[in-house]
């Protein structure tokens, strides 16, 4: 499954516990990375600061669902159940 184009879910609903450029904690779960656009695309994608845990993310109907709004709800999920 490839991403879909302005989903940006999987830059809000988990948390990121590396660094991010300008994030040095990382991020909380359902906080907004500050590299995510307004049209929910990656800043920073290809980047060599991109973290590691951003670009091995794979894209997969089990996490990323049918929608958006739905990839937020399961990612958020997992996130709670991973805790």
């Known amino acids: 499954m490839n991403c879909r184009v302005g989903c940006g879910a999987c830059c809000i609903a988990p948390s990121i516990s590396s660094p991010i450029p300008g994030m040095p904690e ?3 779960a359902g906080q907004r990375c500050i590299h995510l656009t307004l049209d929910y695309l990656c800043a920073i994608f290809g980047q ?5 845990v951003c670009s091995g993310f794979r894209a997969d109907p089990v996490v990323c669902g049918e929608s958006r709004e739905e990839a937020i709800r399961l990612l958020g999920w997992l996130e709670q159940a991973t805790a």
């Open 48 to 52: 060599a600061e991109r973290p590691a």
């Open 26 to 28: 990382g991020k909380a």
